[in-house]
């Protein structure tokens, strides 16, 4: 991409790939699964471009960022540990930022939100609301009681398992599964049928995503695989452990949420009762604003790339 920078900074014991580009009042945008910081190209181009400093990082697991070998190690005091250290290096002493998060990338910035809000300026999220896990029972068994064992995150459970799988088909194809994901539903994993049909089934590119961008996260998750990113999943519940003190607490920075009516996440068990009822809210009380873009799946900042620099840009100028 012309004009963006790489480097790579110590945070936390690790080194972070980061990419950045512009000048101004900084910008976190924080990825998802599987995607890398690479996901964030067309915000990074338009808010650049627009007076602010776009800063990418691939999160611990993925890219060129260090991937630790341990499963414990990803938790989101680990990952929101390598942001913290993150912006005390691209960001002045004392100055807050602003952040936008997809995905895992939205889970880890509400966390950073709720254990360092002088950090955080305003808040984009996309996809993912603040959730309040229940502590009656760990996530993977509600989810597994709910959906069975088939469902993604109950396969992503045993290290080495679901890699060996997604190896047998290949690394494109396990890219273009997940980014081309349009039901708003549950992603099943059987085994021997990984997301409901064989593997020769074809996969048509939607138009906002060519050959030529799928190659370089096909080039990207070659290099290491994919259990980096799937061990967040695995975290799941030693991170529901771990936030227990923080139940009830509220995030208390200028937010505002966007989510399309066909993300997977927005069809979630009590999801939509969550967002709309009032329950959002209470636990996020400067959540400005909610979106829910009709007809759009769960990789939002690309699908509709011109309609979210647009949100960025207007909820974060008037924090300026």
């Not at 002045?92 to 998060?101: H, L």
């Not at 009590?270 to 959540?287: A, Q, R, S, T």
Request: negative net charge.
């Amino acid at each position: 991409m012309e004009g963006v920078e790489h480097r790579t900074l110590k945070v936390n014991g690790i080194n972070m790939h980061i990419a950045e580009k512009g000048q101004g009042p900084v910008i976190l945008f924080l990825h998802g699964f599987p995607e890398l910081w690479y996901s964030w190209r067309h915000q990074i181009n338009a808010l650049s471009s627009l007076g602010y400093r776009a800063v990418a990082p691939d999160l611990r697991g993925f890219g060129d960022t260090d991937a630790p070998d341990r499963v414990s190690s990803y938790t989101c005091f680990h990952v929101v540990g390598d942001l913290v250290q993150l912006l005390d290096a691209v960001a002045p002493p004392q100055e807050k930022v602003f952040v936008v998060g997809h995905d895992w990338g939205a889970f880890m910035a509400w966390y950073l939100c709720l254990f360092r809000p002088d950090k955080v300026k305003a808040l984009l999220n996309l996809s993912v609301p603040y959730i309040q896990l229940g502590r009656q029972m760990n996530p993977i068994d509600g989810w597994r009681a709910f959906y069975g064992n088939d469902y993604y995150i109950c396969r992503f459970q045993e290290p080495g398992e679901i890699e060996a799988e997604f190896a047998e088909i290949g690394t494109e194809r396990v890219v273009k599964e997940f980014l081309t994901y349009r039901v708003p539903g549950p992603i099943l994993l059987p085994e021997g049928k990984l997301f409901g049909h064989s593997a020769d089934t074809p996969i048509t590119l939607p138009s906002w995503l060519t050959q030529e961008e799928v190659n370089y996260y096909v080039t990207q998750f070659d290099k290491k695989g994919f259990t980096g990113g799937i061990n967040y999943y695995r975290n799941f519940n030693r991170n529901w452990e771990l936030l227990a003190p923080w139940g009830g607490c509220e995030i208390k920075v200028p937010a505002k949420f966007i989510v399309g009516d066909q993300d997977l996440v927005y069809h979630m068990p009590g999801i939509k009762e969550y967002i709309h009822n009032g329950g959002f809210k209470k636990d996020v009380p400067h959540l400005q604003q909610v979106v829910v873009m009709e007809g759009v799946g769960h990789f939002i900042n690309m699908e509709k790339a011109d309609d979210i620099n647009k949100h960025i840009y207007d909820f974060f100028r008037q924090f300026d």
